[in-house]
């Protein structure tokens, strides 16, 4: 694939803003509208923020790391940047769609690509019933949350919870609970990518929970239905040598 027109995106702050700066004097800088790829310049925050804003344009992103973590992003080197774009590759992931009624009775959808999270509001433990393709699984999961991870979210929030890191190409979800009180030797579940999964929350008055789709919060939820959106086409480029499923096998091997 070859790229022509670059869009360029940063965070506020000032490693990033000199990077965008620099960047736009040596290759342009297109409208988001016109161009065929967008290079964030931040860290892993930013990169799941441009996924999220260009969702529906199905243009591949490009990160360079002028963040903290960077997981997600390529290493930051302002030469020869066309070259490592049209020499990158591509991994392709499919979201997740949370489906939020609250105890108001409103319904609110968010997308999460990394992950769907239920977590106790107050000082008491959430219980929660956990049904899957409308089955019910577990009648009384307590803990302080529960979350839902695509394999590219795999090693984030899920990874800090305990839960299994997936490869990027596999075709399953991973169900990690949160501190969980009772059952307390459970350890979660890996689901097939196709899964429908509900959450239904238990003496949601005393006990009351949010879900957290990524960066999206609805407070008071009493039921939370999550499923794997396979209309929604996501792009992330890296590196030659540097793609997003080597970096997952490499986290497997970290001590």
Partial sequence: MTFHKIAFVATDVPEAQQALSRLRALYGDASPDEADVI???????????????????NIPIYGM???????????FRPDNLVERLNAAEITRIHPLRMTARTADGQQHEAIAINEVSLLRQTYQAAKICISI?????????????????TPAGSTAYNLS????IIPIDAALLALTPISPFRPRRWRGAL?????????????????????????????DVISVHVEEDRDIVLQMMFDDGHSLDERILTEQFLF
């Fill in 39 to 57: 290079v964030a310049l931040g860290g892993d925050g930013l990169m799941l923020q441009t996924l999220h804003r260009f969702m529906r344009r």
């Fill in 65 to 75: 790391n002028r963040g903290s973590v960077g997981f997600l992003m390529n290493e």
């Fill in 133 to 149: 393709d409308g089955k019910r699984r577990m009648a009384e999961l307590i803990c302080d949350g529960v979350l839902l991870a």
């Fill in 161 to 164: 919870a305990q839960g299994p």
């Fill in 191 to 219: 689901l097939p990518h196709r899964a429908k999964v509900k959450f239904d929350i238990l003496e949601s008055d005393k006990r009351p929970v949010s879900a957290v789709a990524d960066h999206t919060e609805f407070r």
